[in-house]
């Protein structure tokens, strides 16, 4: 379509979806040589054939990549089609039984409840603590999203959000508006996968000494020893969840000194209950007083690049809605839209 310069839709991107798993399955580029010929080869669809690459490879996957290296658009699979292609569904798969799947769904939807309900330092917290995670933290909980993400389209929605919570608990459209804008940050009518993160960190993630120190040398960002209006500032802008950082601040700042120590930080993540963090934070207090653990920190700090700062907002929506929605906005046609637009 490209080629053609007949304009494109998000369907370009099966295609590159179809080259990319090409050369995972075959080990080499479906299309190569000198440029006119290589041209000539995309536009026909006929890829470079080496029948020996493929004989371990199954049909199921052969044919995958045949459909989304179809060159008539209007034939090739959406987004949604691929992803019920026999290939994906066949895959290898955890089996568990029903109860197993009705505890899941009860913690997640209990979790979401709870974020919603939380004091909103604690969210900007759980939110900056999502950051940190790993890609295997990050795992446990992308099955529960895309669960409650039944149009497929990367976001959830008030709708989606409302069915999911109506299971467990008897609410009105009153009682789930006010977690829906909870953890619609961004205040654009939909939950973000990094935003659906931030409010499954107490229920689904093994929250330990790493990632608490981690969270807070996010905040910390000038290396301080200390969380100031500054850093929320820098971190957060001039306003979380409606509430200025002046304010936010102040829900941890025990001492009223006008910044939150790392003594302070653990004391409010204690009293304000994130799932197991009293545990974890009452063994590594015990391993380590947090007074040592400030000197240790100070006399290493100049030797350890600082943490990068997360992701501002608008290029965290950006880039979550574009990795997570091939069939609304298209992974590169989308940005590339944005991009036309001034975005």
Excluded at 31 to 39: D, L, R, V
Excluded at 141 to 167: P, Q
Excluded at 198 to 216: D, G, H, P, Q, Y
Aim: net charge negative; proline share 4%; charged share 30%.
């Amino acid at each position: 379509e490209v080629l053609e310069g007949s304009g494109y839709d998000c369907k370009v991107d099966l295609w590159s979806l179809g080259v990319i798993s090409f050369i995972l399955l075959a080990g080499y580029m479906p299309f190569s040589g000198a440029w006119p010929q290589m041209i000539a080869n995309i536009r026909a669809g006929k890829w470079l054939e080496k029948p020996k690459r493929w004989e371990k490879v199954s049909n199921n996957a052969k044919d995958f990549v045949s459909q989304l290296l179809t060159v008539h658009s209007d034939e090739r699979p959406s987004a949604s089609e691929a992803l019920q292609h026999p290939f994906l569904v066949r895959g290898p798969r955890i089996r568990r039984n029903s109860q197993q799947r009705a505890d899941d769904h009860d913690e997640v939807v209990s979790a979401l409840r709870e974020f919603g309900e939380a004091a909103r330092f604690r969210r900007a917290v759980m939110s900056l603590m999502a950051w940190s995670l790993n890609s295997e933290e990050t795992a446990q909980v992308r099955d529960a999203f895309m669960a409650i993400d039944e149009n497929r389209h990367g976001t959830i929605t008030l709708g989606e959000l409302k069915k999911a919570l109506s299971g467990c608990f008897d609410l009105t459209d009153e009682q789930v508006k006010p977690i829906f804008e909870a953890l619609d940050t961004g205040a654009n009518e939909e939950i973000y996968y990094s935003e659906f993160l931030a409010a499954m960190v107490s229920k689904r993630i093994e929250i330990n000494e790493e990632l608490l120190r981690a969270t807070f040398q996010r905040f910390d960002v000038d290396k301080s020893g200390y969380i100031t209006v500054a850093n929320l500032k820098e971190v957060l802008g001039d306003s979380f969840g409606g509430v200025t950082v002046e304010e936010l601040i102040k829900e941890a700042d025990f001492t009223n000194d006008g910044q939150v120590s790392l003594d302070e930080f653990i004391r409010y993540l204690k009293a304000d209950g994130i799932g197991a963090a009293a545990e974890v934070i009452d063994c590594a207090q015990k391993a380590e007083p947090v007074e040592q653990m400030r000197r240790r920190r100070s006399k290493v700090a100049s030797k350890e690049p600082p943490l990068p700062p997360p992701p501002t907002s608008p290029i965290v929506r950006l880039a979550s809605r574009a990795l997570l929605s091939c069939d609304s906005t298209g992974c590169g046609a989308g940005l590339w839209k944005l991009r036309a637009r001034g975005g």
